[in-house]
Nanobody, 127 residues
Framework: QVQLVESGGGSVQAGESLMLSCITS????????LGWFRQAPGTEREGVAAIGSDGTAGYADSVKGRFTISKDNAKNTLYLQMNILKPEDTAMYYC?????????????????????WGQGTQVTVSS
Protein backbone atom coordinates (compact mmCIF):
# COMPACT_ATOMS: atom_id res chain seq x y z
CA GLN A 1 0.00 0.00 0.00
CA VAL A 2 1.42 3.34 -1.08
CA GLN A 3 1.33 6.11 1.49
CA LEU A 4 2.53 9.68 1.18
CA VAL A 5 2.57 11.98 4.20
CA GLU A 6 3.47 15.64 3.82
CA SER A 7 4.66 18.02 6.52
CA GLY A 8 6.38 21.36 6.85
CA GLY A 9 3.70 23.78 5.75
CA GLY A 10 2.92 26.94 7.66
CA SER A 11 2.36 30.68 7.56
CA VAL A 12 5.26 32.93 6.63
CA GLN A 13 5.97 36.43 5.40
CA ALA A 14 6.90 37.16 1.81
CA GLY A 15 10.61 36.60 1.23
CA GLU A 16 10.91 33.87 3.83
CA SER A 17 11.57 30.17 3.31
CA LEU A 18 9.94 26.84 4.08
CA MET A 19 10.93 23.24 3.51
CA LEU A 20 8.25 20.66 2.82
CA SER A 21 8.83 16.97 3.43
CA CYS A 22 7.00 13.92 2.14
CA ILE A 23 7.62 10.57 3.77
CA THR A 24 6.73 7.72 1.42
CA SER A 25 6.10 4.03 1.92
CA UNK A 26 5.08 1.16 -0.31
CA UNK A 27 6.95 2.36 -3.41
CA UNK A 28 10.15 1.40 -5.19
CA UNK A 29 11.81 4.62 -4.23
CA UNK A 30 14.71 4.64 -6.66
CA UNK A 31 12.57 4.21 -9.77
CA UNK A 32 9.38 6.02 -8.88
CA UNK A 33 8.61 9.45 -10.22
CA LEU A 34 7.91 11.93 -7.40
CA GLY A 35 6.45 15.37 -7.53
CA TRP A 36 4.98 18.34 -5.72
CA PHE A 37 1.73 19.92 -6.81
CA ARG A 38 -0.25 22.80 -5.38
CA GLN A 39 -3.81 24.01 -5.47
CA ALA A 40 -5.17 27.37 -4.42
CA PRO A 41 -8.90 27.87 -3.83
CA GLY A 42 -10.79 28.10 -7.11
CA THR A 43 -7.87 26.95 -9.22
CA GLU A 44 -6.74 23.70 -10.77
CA ARG A 45 -4.02 21.62 -9.18
CA GLU A 46 -0.74 22.52 -10.85
CA GLY A 47 2.66 20.91 -10.98
CA VAL A 48 5.37 22.71 -9.03
CA ALA A 49 8.36 20.39 -9.26
CA ALA A 50 9.10 16.75 -10.01
CA ILE A 51 11.92 14.24 -10.13
CA GLY A 52 11.61 11.78 -12.99
CA SER A 53 12.42 8.09 -12.79
CA ASP A 54 15.89 8.85 -14.16
CA GLY A 55 16.52 11.53 -11.55
CA THR A 56 15.93 14.50 -13.84
CA ALA A 57 14.24 17.43 -12.10
CA GLY A 58 11.68 19.78 -13.57
CA TYR A 59 10.08 22.97 -12.30
CA ALA A 60 7.17 25.20 -13.13
CA ASP A 61 8.33 28.53 -14.57
CA SER A 62 6.79 30.38 -11.62
CA VAL A 63 9.13 28.70 -9.12
CA LYS A 64 12.35 28.24 -11.08
CA GLY A 65 15.30 29.65 -9.21
CA ARG A 66 13.35 29.77 -5.93
CA PHE A 67 12.28 26.17 -5.25
CA THR A 68 14.46 23.06 -5.16
CA ILE A 69 13.18 19.49 -5.17
CA SER A 70 15.31 16.69 -3.75
CA LYS A 71 14.97 13.24 -2.29
CA ASP A 72 16.75 11.13 0.27
CA ASN A 73 16.58 7.52 -0.86
CA ALA A 74 17.79 6.20 2.49
CA LYS A 75 14.96 7.99 4.30
CA ASN A 76 12.31 7.49 1.60
CA THR A 77 11.66 11.20 1.85
CA LEU A 78 10.98 13.82 -0.78
CA TYR A 79 11.69 17.48 -0.06
CA LEU A 80 10.75 20.83 -1.49
CA GLN A 81 12.90 23.74 -0.38
CA MET A 82 11.00 26.95 -1.03
CA ASN A 83 12.88 30.25 -0.89
CA ILE A 84 11.85 33.85 -1.53
CA LEU A 85 8.22 32.91 -1.02
CA LYS A 86 5.57 35.14 -2.56
CA PRO A 87 1.88 35.60 -1.68
CA GLU A 88 1.00 33.85 -4.95
CA ASP A 89 2.70 30.70 -3.61
CA THR A 90 -0.15 30.37 -1.10
CA ALA A 91 -1.83 27.01 -1.68
CA MET A 92 -2.29 23.48 -0.43
CA TYR A 93 0.81 21.53 -1.44
CA TYR A 94 0.55 17.86 -2.33
CA CYS A 95 3.16 15.16 -2.72
CA UNK A 96 2.52 12.68 -5.54
CA UNK A 97 4.05 9.49 -6.87
CA UNK A 98 3.94 7.59 -10.14
CA UNK A 99 5.47 4.24 -11.01
CA UNK A 100 7.40 5.82 -13.86
CA UNK A 101 7.70 9.11 -15.69
CA UNK A 102 10.12 11.32 -17.53
CA UNK A 103 10.65 15.02 -17.10
CA UNK A 104 10.53 16.67 -20.50
CA UNK A 105 11.52 20.24 -21.38
CA UNK A 106 12.37 20.88 -17.74
CA UNK A 107 8.77 20.98 -16.53
CA UNK A 108 6.81 18.62 -14.25
CA UNK A 109 4.79 15.85 -15.91
CA UNK A 110 1.01 16.32 -15.99
CA UNK A 111 -0.88 15.43 -12.84
CA UNK A 112 -2.87 12.65 -14.53
CA UNK A 113 0.30 10.53 -14.61
CA UNK A 114 0.40 10.43 -10.81
CA UNK A 115 -1.73 7.78 -9.17
CA UNK A 116 -0.75 8.27 -5.55
CA TRP A 117 -1.32 11.43 -3.53
CA GLY A 118 -0.79 12.69 -0.02
CA GLN A 119 -3.33 14.64 2.00
CA GLY A 120 -1.56 17.95 1.52
CA THR A 121 0.06 20.60 3.68
CA GLN A 122 -1.01 24.25 3.68
CA VAL A 123 1.40 27.03 2.82
CA THR A 124 0.29 30.60 3.42
CA VAL A 125 2.46 33.57 2.46
CA SER A 126 1.45 37.05 3.56
CA SER A 127 2.73 40.29 2.12
Amino acid sequence: QVQLVESGGGSVQAGESLMLSCITSGITYNSYCLGWFRQAPGTEREGVAAIGSDGTAGYADSVKGRFTISKDNAKNTLYLQMNILKPEDTAMYYCAAAAWCTVLRGIPPPRNLFGHWGQGTQVTVSS
